[in-house]
Every structure is written in structure tokens, then in C-alpha cells.
């Protein structure tokens, strides 16, 4: 079936399955250690323009989350982020199974903004009983966010200036980070990003690997323990190398930038399609998801010949479904010549 479902529903780009049989034979350290995940972590660190960077390979993007989370906060401490936020909507509770609190504040296509975590912090500064409730510790937001929205880089700035101001920590989530800073409508850069929050992680497994994240602090801010916790959340791979050979081919020519570029231009054309086909979008975004409202008897009839994502009723009108289309470093001109004919 013609799929538009998500951007990790393929394998890996043949370059980085090549790469992984090229060195399938080859014996190396454990728990990555091994050479090519020394090799991507200088490539990183170069993209970054952070040489002191610690950069850690992790499985996925639940076990990066919870994981990074866990490890930067205290025990009473909880964790800021959008209500629509990924840690806070689409991951079981994993943050809360490690005893931190999400502490969900209203979004604003899928952003939190400035205003409304300014507005928050003010309010627990002057609450004379705050020291009875979960601290918050951390800003968590996602770059792009899960309604394929991008924050500004005067926005992002705002945010880390009221991190600084509350003793926050700025936590990134880029597990479509490809995706959002190829999009003609970004005005950062990964170097911009790496200056301007705590820690951040690079997604690989929507981005053309098989699995992985690398975590990035970027000043060679790692916690004391987060290797062990990385362990401890089962985020550890004995085999590490598998996604450090990964990484390593990303981040060789281009690759990781370019992929993610396809991704970007095959959305603005899939948009093209659902517009000359009459679709109404939900909501304007500039990434590689993209969103569309009908009724839900013609969104259940559309889904039996094409792949796509029912995100739930419109909160204006619940006759209407919200339906997410995604293309992703594998989607083709073909692809999209198929749903134009089907549509």
C-alpha cells in the first residue's frame, strides 16, 4: 500500500546499510567503544562547532528521553514542556516511571511559547507553598515539534534566557532535527542550536538509520553517571557499534543534511498535491508532516488505499478528522505521482 504514515517505516539509506556490511566483519570494542563510533562522534563534534562535546549513542527516541531526563534532575524535580509534547502525549509515561513529573503547559501549534512558560515560572516564583510541589528543573521542547511546526531562533533565545534566569536546564528533542533545519522556513543552524540549549539529540532512527539518537552536551556537560543511567534505562546497546557505524555515514559527505533536504522538498510537493486536490490543511507547516482535516467517513474510506496517520477529531469541529501525511528521506517522486492519481 502507498504509505504517507510516518518517516520511520523503511529501512536504513543504502549508504548507511553499506557501511554497516562493509564493517560487519570487522571485530571491535563493545558498548561503543568501537572506531567508527569514535569516528562519528568527531564528526559530530565537528557539525556542531562543539569540540568539547560529549556525544553519547543511544537506541531510540523514548530511551533518549527518559533518559537524559532522569539524568539531569534532581529527585523532586519535573520537567516543562508543551502539552502536545512528545515526552507528555506519545510516550507512555515513561518520564513519570522514573519519578519525574511532565509538568504539560498549552501549546500553540505545538509550540510553548515564551510568553507561556514566562507566565508559569512567574506564577511558581511568587507561590509561597512551591516548595510542596514537583520543582521544575528542565524546559524540554522539540525541534521540529510534533506538529511539524518550528520555533524561531528570537523564540528558542527566549526560552534560554528564562532558563538562565530560573536555574533551568534546556533540553532539545531532535529526533526529526534533520527535518526541521533543512526547512526553508529555519533561521538556525545545528552550530546556532548547539550555543543555545543544555543538551540536544540528533535523531537517527526517522532521519535514515535503522534505530539510534546521539545525544549531544554540547560543552561537555554530561551528567557524572549518564553512561550507567543510559544502561539503567536499557538505552545501551552491547553491540553500540550499530548505530555508531550508522551515525559515522550520516554524517560523512553530507549525507545526514541532504537526506533530510529530500525529505523537505517531497513535502512541499505532497502539499502542492492536497491543495490542488482541495484538501484544508489544519495547520500551516514547513516540515515533512503534514496535516489535513476531513470528514471521518471519507478519511476511513482514503485510509484503505493509502497509509496515513488518523491524528484525532479537530478540537473546532469533531466531525472533522485531523490526518497526518509524512514523507521522509525515502519518499519518491513515484510516491507522490501514485497519491496524486489516487486523490
Known sequence: MLSFECDYNNGAHPKVLQHLIDTNSLTSLTYGFDEWSESARRKIREACGCPDADVYFLSGGTQANATIIDSCLATCEAVVSAETGHINVHEAGAVEASGHRVIGLPSTNGKLLPKTLADYLNVYEHDESRDHVAQPGMVYITYPTEMGTLYTAEEITAIQQL?????????????????????????????????????????????????????????????????????????????????????????????????????????????????????????????????????????????????????????????????????????????????????
Open 163 to 343: 532558563c538562565r534566569r530560573y536555574g533551568l536546564q534546556l533540553f532539545v528533542d531532535g529526533a526529526r532535527l534533520g527535518y526541521g533545519l533543512m526547512s526553508s522556513a529555519s533561521d538556525i543552524s545545528l552550530q546556532w542550536l548547539a550555543r543555545h540549549c543544555d543538551v540536544f539529540y540528533i535523531g537517527g532512527t526517522k532521519v535514515g538509520a535503522l534505530c539510534g539518537e546521539a545525544v549531544v552536551f554540547p560543552r561537555g556537560n554530561a551528567p557524572k553517571y549518564f553512561f550507567s543511567n543510559v544502561k539503567r534505562h536499557g538505552a545501551l546497546l552491547a553491540k553500540g557499534r550499530v548505530v555508531g557505524v550508522q551515525f559515522d555515514a550520516l554524517f560523512s559527505e553530507n549525507l545526514y543534511f541532504d537526506i533530510s533536504r529530500h525529505a523537505i522538498l517531497m513535502a512541499e510537493k505532497l502539499k502542492r498535491i492536497l491543495e490542488e486536490a482541495g484538501m484544508v490543511f489544519y495547520m500551516d507547516s514547513p516540515t515533512n508532516q503534514q496535516f489535513i482535516l476531513l470528514p471521518h467517513d471519507r478519511a476511513l474510506e482514503l485510509k484503505k488505499i493509502v497509509d496515513f496517520t488518523l491524528w484525532g477529531p479537530s478540537p473546532d469541529d469533531p466531525t472533522l478528522m485531523i490526518c497526518r501525511f509524512v514523507t521522509s528521506w525515502a519518499t519518491t517522486e513515484q510516491d507522490l505521482e501514485n497519491l496524486r492519481k489516487l486523490l
